[in-house]
């Protein structure tokens, strides 16, 4: 199985950026679609980004369209999440997902079709 660790997470100001790395173990890194989740206090995991196994497409949300980029270095085995434009309603944790040829489409929106986990970093933005 794959082990994903996020690194990356800090404090910023609104309008601020930051960059989040992925890090996974093993050396199927790209038979695996990629994504970026967050979740905020009180509220439920919601979807941020995804990117495919070559890193050709991606998809995101449409509350960070335009301001957020997922990019991957199979190489290194690692996943990005760049991130500007920063605002509070950005503040949450935010976890690296993976899973096996998960083609990109509507349903990786959905948390339950995502099988690995990281362990989530904080990202915090204030005004």
């Known amino acids: 199985q794959i082990q994903l660790a996020e690194s990356g997470g800090g404090l910023a100001q609104t309008g601020g950026s930051l960059r989040l790395s992925c890090a996974a173990s093993?050396?199927?890194?790209?038979?695996?679609?990629l994504g970026w989740f967050r979740q905020a206090p009180g509220k439920e995991r919601e979807f941020v980004a995804a990117?495919?196994?070559?890193?050709?497409?991606?998809k995101y949300a449409d509350s960070v369209q335009g301001r957020f980029t997922a990019s991957r270095d199979n190489a290194k085995n690692t996943v990005y999440l760049q991130m500007n434009s920063l605002e509070p309603t950005d503040t949450a944790v935010y976890y690296c997902?993976?899973?096996?040829?998960?083609?990109?489409?509507?349903?990786?929106?959905?948390?339950?079709?995502?099988?690995?986990w990281g362990q989530g970093t904080q990202v915090t933005v204030s005004s």
């Open positions: 997902a993976g899973e096996t040829y998960l083609e990109l489409d509507a349903t990786v929106v959905v948390p339950v079709v995502w099988t690995y």
């Open positions: 093993g050396r199927s890194f790209s038979d695996y679609t």
């Open positions: 990117i495919s196994r070559s890193g050709s497409s991606t």
